[in-house]
């Protein structure tokens, strides 16, 4: 059975996007111009064009036109997966920069997320992840030394703090709070982001053999990232 169409022009453009032959930010055809090249109706190249955007492969505005839009990479707030992991799933490029690793006092806000009293030492690291050389998260992660003891020896080169957490840290329970805010001038600095671009910010504690031993704060750009879920 033949397809319609509106399917053929809607894989056409998909593949020539593929291609690289319209990049990201890149301008599409016009409807009209779109209609004298697949000798067709302007009706039957919208529907094409609703479905792209649909799909999340483009996007529209009024009289500025169809643009390719920026892959938004997703990540599940259900899993504790390394950020390594779901990168190369996607078939992107890895890398990451250390910040900071320290030994700091536990402040007022920490000590009492991390079951400590104020000013015990305690771990802190910091750390930009990218995809294709584009920062996609910044990590600020607290560490209860008894717990992993060995974390701040690493240089994380090879990996990553939450891979390293799981190999020496078996996760018991894990509790997020998502919550969406503008950044201060460090971190947007960091996410190579506008101060006016807000985050998704991921607030994680995690418990290991009947105590909490790690919080972090994880942010991600929101024209980067999405998070999902799914119940069962």
């Known amino acids: 059975m033949k397809k319609p169409l509106f399917e053929d022009?809607?894989?056409s453009i998909k593949k020539?996007?593929?291609d690289g032959v319209y990049k990201v930010g890149d301008k599409i055809p016009t409807e009209m111009e779109l209609a004298k090249i697949f000798n067709t109706s302007r009706q039957t190249v919208n529907k094409a064009?609703?479905?792209l955007v649909l799909d999340d492969i483009i996007e529209r505005f009024p009289r500025s036109g169809t643009f390719v839009k920026q892959k938004v990479a997703q990540s599940s707030i259900l899993e504790l997966k390394n950020?390594?992991?779901?990168i190369l799933e996607r078939g992107n490029t890895y890398s990451s920069k250390l910040v900071c690793l320290n030994?700091?006092?536990?402040n007022e806000r920490v000590s009492k997320i991390l079951h400590v009293v104020k000013d015990q030492e305690i771990y802190i690291s910091q750390m930009i992840?990218?995809?294709?050389?584009?920062?996609?998260r910044f990590d600020t992660r607290y560490v209860k030394p008894s717990c992993a003891p060995d974390y701040i020896k690493q240089d994380f080169k090879d990996t990553t703090p939450a891979k390293f957490l799981k190999q020496n840290c078996p996760v018991e329970k894990v509790a997020n709070t998502i919550e969406a805010m503008l950044v201060n001038d460090e971190i947007a600095e960091y996410l190579n982001i506008s101060r006016n671009e807000p985050c998704l910010k991921i607030s994680r504690i995690v418990t290991s053999k009947g105590k909490i031993a790690t919080f972090s704060e994880?942010?991600?750009p929101s024209s980067r990232y999405k998070l999902t879920?799914?119940?069962s």
């Open 229 to 231: 879920s799914t119940f």
């Open 83 to 86: 950020i390594e992991d779901e």
């Open 16 to 18: 020539q996007i593929e």
């Open 129 to 136: 992840h990218y995809a294709n050389d584009v920062p996609v």
């Open 218 to 220: 994880l942010y991600y």
């Open 103 to 106: 030994i700091v006092k536990a």
């Open 9 to 11: 022009i809607k894989e």
């Open 49 to 51: 064009l609703r479905d």
